[in-house]
């Protein structure tokens, strides 16, 4: 491992490094990471288009396939700009708290848009036009995880009227599928609001690993293929208790 750079922003301390060796893989990477040993986002030197992660890949299919046409997409978490960054032709706007974050995504990973607003996701979303949006997703963590107010009842309202009426809520979440109280809540909270919704999670060795977990839902149908969704199978999840503010 390499390290490029070690700072301190005023929500993480943030590592970007490259390494021989991702996961098992061997190459040539570059890593953006959190102090907790959180990965943020990598790309592959030798091939920067290509998507690294699972989940990155399951979204992008769920968008590419339940919406050809969609154009307008509301994102919370920058990340690297990995799935901004695959969609250079559509129109997205990118709520992130931490500047440094977006900076360092520029100047090691080379993002070159100028669509990321800096300050907190829901506020951001609060202020948008009802109905504009064909997609928002959801990719923000700190250390104890996804934040609270951004998987609410009072989220999932607000995300409710700014998307059109065939639009999609996508989150990426961490967690242990069935198993997990949290996540059972957050689906259970979000068909508050929602008609159609899907729970998809990456196989594990034990039902108390974490892992990631993708929910989408939404007004409409919702369409997949079990091929393209980078090992994740869809799983179906209890009732929980409601998240408010």
């Known amino acids: ?6 700072t301190s922003s005023n929500n993480h301390e943030i590592t970007v490094y490259d390494t021989t060796e991702l996961y098992g893989e061997k190459g040539a990477f570059r890593v953006m990471q959190f102090s907790n040993n959180a990965t943020q986002g990598a790309i592959d030197l030798n091939n920067r288009e290509r998507i ?27 990340g690297v700009g990995t799935i901004a960054g695959y969609f250079p032709q559509k129109r997205f706007k990118v709520a992130e708290v931490d ?25 951001i979303l609060e ?3 009802p109905q504009k949006y064909d997609y928002i997703i959801l990719d923000a963590f700190t250390a104890a995880g996804t934040p609270r107010h951004l998987i609410s009842s009072e989220f999932f309202s607000i995300a409710h009227s700014k998307l059109n009426a065939e639009g999609y809520l996508l989150m990426n979440l961490m967690g242990k599928g069935e ?12 068909a508050e609001e929602f008609t159609y919704i899907k729970s998809f999670s990456l196989p594990s060795d034990g039902a108390a690993d974490i ?12 369409r997949f293929q079990a091929r393209h969704m980078a090992g994740f199978n869809e799983i179906q999840l209890g009732q929980g208790y409601l998240i408010r503010d």
């Open 52 to 78: 690294l992660f699972e989940y990155p890949q399951a979204i992008i299919h769920l968008m590419e396939f339940n919406l050809t046409a969609f154009e307008d997409v509301f994102l919370i978490g920058h």
């Open 127 to 129: 202020g948008e036009e």
């Open 99 to 123: 500047s440094e974050v977006v900076e360092l995504s520029r100047r090691y990973f080379g993002y070159s848009p100028d669509n990321v607003v800096i300050g907190d996701g829901r506020q």
């Open 211 to 222: 892992k990631n977990i993708i929910i989408i839902g939404g007004f409409m149908p919702i």
């Open 179 to 190: 198993h997990d109280p949290l996540i059972n809540a957050i689906h259970t909270t979000l």
């Open 1 to 6: 491992m390499q390290a490029q750079l070690h």
